[in-house]
């Protein structure tokens, strides 16, 4: 009996040391797939959720004015990205001669440095974040072009499949090209009170030329006017417009988005011949409706605008608005 409790003793002091090999194993098999587990979620990480996209403004330009682009970018996603990092390389040009970024329409300061290549950083960039870039190069060549690549790592060049370490929007190459038609104009404007215009030289051949002044800073531009060129939608006769009495061309004008400003800018028309006695405006508001006015002569004092002045020994309409669009005299 007395050996048979001794060894009873003995099974039961071997049980705790077996246990504790079995859970030392067990505990290092869930670390092993922790581990496992971990490294899979990094390399399987979900691309966070953002658009972006950009554009030539305009898409043409003009000899002596500059090629401007846009790219915008949109997070959606609820996640908060440390730094957001973009690319613009510009080919055919000698440099950048503009470079600005807004969020959420608030302007950020020196969030881009310079030059063929232009490269911007944004901080704790957050859902529901707008933000766009703006881009003029000086063209060296017919063909200006723009690639605009947003990352969340870093800055890069290149990401063919869009699966980098990180993560990269757009990357769409754009092209401004050179026109040389004489009936257009086109660029975009970096300083305040700046021009863009087509040729000014009137004759038989060339009736009209029109030429934009006092352009806000910062925008796109472009003036045409010749015989082909024609209103958003037609002319509408009222007490005041007489649509079969135009004279001229129509000169269609956008600046910007084709918004609505509250700072006036000036259309300039010049005439081989005739003396218009007023105007036609017809553009496309805010709502995306069509809309008609009448234009008539500034008074001497306070003058209610629109309205225009008129020039004999040059003549030449100068028209005060607000408004992008199509005009015409009458």
């Given at each position: ?29 869930l ?17 966070p ?26 997070y ?47 901080k ?29 790592t ?9 699966n ?38 009137v ?20 003036v045409?006017?010749?015989?082909n ?28 988005d ?39 002569p ?8 629109p309205?225009?002045?008129?020039s ?19």
């Amino acid at each position: 009996m007395a050996g048979a409790r001794s060894g009873e003793r003995e099974k039961q002091s071997m049980r705790p040391s077996t246990f504790r090999r079995v859970a030392g194993g067990f505990s290092a098999a869930l670390l092993i797939g922790a581990t496992f587990l971990t490294s899979a979620g990094l390399t399987s990480a979900a691309v966070p959720t953002a658009t972006a996209a950009s554009e030539a403004i305009p898409a043409s330009f003009s000899a002596g004015n500059l090629a401007g682009f846009r790219g915008v970018y949109d997070y959606g996603d609820s996640s908060t990205l440390s730094k957001l990092y973009l690319t613009v390389v510009g080919t055919g040009t000698s440099g950048s001669a503009f470079a600005g970024a807004t969020r959420n329409g608030a302007t950020v300061l020196n969030a881009c440095t310079g030059g063929t290549t232009v490269l911007c950083t944004f901080k704790q960039v957050r859902f529901g974040d707008h933000i766009v870039v703006t881009v003029a190069f000086t063209p060296t060549a017919d063909h200006v072009t723009a690639t605009f690549t947003w990352s969340s790592t870093g800055f890069t060049t290149s990401d063919t499949g869009q699966n980098s370490h990180g993560d990269t929007w757009d990357g769409v190459l754009l092209t401004s090209s050179l026109s040389n038609d004489p009936d257009y104009a086109g660029g975009f404007v970096v300083g305040s009170n700046g021009t863009i215009g087509d040729i000014q030289v009137v004759s038989a051949t060339n009736p009209q030329a029109t030429r934009l002044a006092s352009l806000p800073a910062n925008v796109a531009a472009t003036v045409k006017d010749g015989a082909n060129v024609l209103p958003p939608v037609d002319c509408v006769d009222t007490t005041q417009i007489d649509c079969t009495a135009l004279i001229g061309e129509w000169s269609t004008v956008t600046v910007g988005d084709g918004q609505t400003f509250t700072t006036l800018f000036t259309v300039s028309i010049v005439y081989y011949s005739g003396t218009p006695k007023s105007f036609v405006h017809i553009y496309i508001d805010g709502n995306g409706d069509p809309q008609q006015e009448f234009i008539g002569p500034c008074a001497k004092k306070s003058p209610v605008y629109p309205c225009f002045t008129w020039s004999s020994r040059t003549n030449t309409a100068t028209i005060f608005t607000y408004h992008n669009g199509s005009y015409r005299g009458q």
